[in-house]
């Protein structure tokens, strides 16, 4: 099984502010990350896959970076929709694990 | 507009059984894997079980392999997980979500609203 580590767990923010979330894994995992988006209520939402290719209709301010066992997602300028969890995942190999979540809030 | 509808969940004593259904249109439903993905109140996402397009091929989690049953029926662009001998760490709300590429690579760009399933007595 690869671990994952994402940090932090809490990210507190202002609209506008620049944020970097991190995960890591315990094993290398090429590029196969992708990372999501979870609203309250609301299903998760893919944003980027092969570590940092856009899914179609995601905003640019997103942008992912890394390989290996480093990745990291990037807001650029955060907007109020913004806010949210934040969950990343490998799909090197079975089984398939998310990261613990990183919640971004208002501050 | 690809939509995902899940039901079936419910309340059911632990080790009980209990089987999930997906209702997909807006795609050509058989050329794309499917998945179940969970996520347990308050806690983050698991992902649980794979089935390929022609449905000839799964794969599970640990956590579920033996307990729970992937299926599809390709005719009625449906996707089922059969539950069995519940635990109550089973205790979740049961995402079905679309693979991003044919070939199932793992991604998930649509999911459905969720069905919860309450494992208590």
């Known amino acids: 099984v690869i671990w994952m580590t994402q940090s932090p767990s809490l990210l507190s923010a202002s609209t506008g502010d620049r944020v970097t979330i991190s995960c890591r894994m315990s094993q290398g995992i090429s590029s196969y990350l992708a990372w999501y988006q979870q609203k309250p209520g609301k299903a998760p939402e893919l944003l980027i896959y092969a570590a940092s290719t856009l899914q179609s209709g995601v905003p640019s301010r997103f942008s992912g970076s890394g390989s290996g066992t480093d990745f990291t997602l990037t807001i650029s300028c955060l907007q109020s929709e913004d806010f949210a969890t934040y969950y990343c995942q490998q799909y090197y190999s079975f089984p398939w694990t998310f990261g613990q979540g990183t919640k971004v809030e208002i501050k | 507009e690809v939509q995902l509808v899940e039901s079936g969940g419910g309340v059911v004593q632990p080790g009980g059984s209990l089987r999930l259904s997906c209702a997909a249109s807006?795609?050509?439903?058989?050329?794309?894997?499917m998945h179940w993905v969970r996520q347990a109140p308050g806690k983050g996402l698991e992902w649980v079980s794979l089935?390929?397009?022609?449905?000839?091929?799964?794969y599970y989690a640990d956590s579920v392999k033996g307990r729970f049953t992937i299926s599809r029926d390709n005719s009625k662009n449906s996707l089922y997980l059969q539950m069995n001998s519940l635990r109550t760490e089973d205790t979740a709300l049961y995402y079905c979500?679309?693979?991003?590429?044919?070939?199932?690579?793992?991604?998930?760009?649509?999911w459905g609203q969720g069905t919860l399933v309450t494992v208590s007595s």
């Open positions: 089935i390929s397009g022609d449905g000839g091929s799964t």
């Open positions: 807006g795609f050509t439903f058989d050329d794309y894997a």
């Open positions: 979500a679309k693979d991003r590429v044919v070939a199932a690579a793992g991604t998930f760009d649509y």
